[in-house]
């Protein structure tokens, strides 16, 4: 019989080396899409995985934005999540074509940045999500 405490330990290394690590999704030779170290992605994830990764991408994003604005730092927090829920949703590519909203924002016209956030199809598709956002952008206060 093992013991269950150390059962993991002695399991994990030898399971890592075999499935072998992978960032990006893949198909095994079964067929089935897999991540990480052979994580069938049918098998779904848990909460908590969910919400590890979450935190991880709003991390990322957070960077992208950050790099890619040198006048992030002028924008209140409230504006700062605006740019980092749009380019989470969007992609930092995604997010770059928002020019009009941009140079607003840049020269401070939070006005004109709300009014070009809600003139676009991502505003259509998102509803709520970008009617909120570009209150925020507009307020510069959390909704």
Same mark, same amino acid.
């Given at each position: 019989?093992?013991? /269950?405490?150390?059962? #993991?330990? &002695? @399991?994990?290394?030898?399971?890592?080396?075999?499935?072998? =690590?992978? *960032?990006? #999704? !893949?198909?095994? #030779?079964?067929?089935?899409?897999?991540?990480?170290?052979?994580?069938?992605?049918?098998?779904?994830?848990?909460?908590?995985?969910? +919400? =590890?990764?979450?935190?991880?991408?709003?991390?990322? @994003?957070?960077?992208? @934005?950050?790099?890619?604005?040198?006048?992030?730092? *002028?924008?209140? +927090?409230?504006?700062?999540?605006?740019?980092?829920?749009?380019? =989470?949703?969007?992609?930092?590519?995604? /997010? &770059? &074509? =928002?020019? &009009?909203?941009?140079? $607003?924002?840049?020269?401070?016209? !939070?006005?004109?940045?709300?009014?070009?956030? /809600?003139?676009?199809?991502? $505003?259509?598709?998102?509803?709520?999500?970008?009617?909120?956002?570009?209150?925020?952008? *507009?307020?510069?206060?959390?909704?």
């Amino acid at each position: 019989m093992c013991d /269950l405490k150390q059962f #993991p330990e &002695k @399991v994990l290394p030898r399971i890592r080396r075999a499935e072998g =690590f992978s *960032k990006i #999704p !893949y198909q095994c #030779p079964a067929g089935y899409l897999t991540i990480g170290y052979g994580h069938n992605l049918e098998h779904g994830i848990s909460a908590e995985a969910a +919400e =590890f990764i979450l935190r991880e991408d709003v991390s990322r @994003v957070q960077g992208e @934005v950050q790099n890619a604005f040198i006048w992030w730092t *002028k924008l209140t +927090e409230a504006r700062q999540f605006v740019l980092v829920d749009m380019c =989470f949703n969007l992609g930092l590519s995604g /997010l &770059k &074509k =928002f020019t &009009k909203m941009l140079t $607003a924002l840049e020269a401070g016209d !939070y006005e004109t940045a709300s009014a070009e956030m /809600l003139n676009s199809r991502w $505003a259509e598709q998102v509803g709520r999500r970008a009617r909120e956002n570009a209150a925020m952008m *507009k307020s510069g206060e959390w909704i």
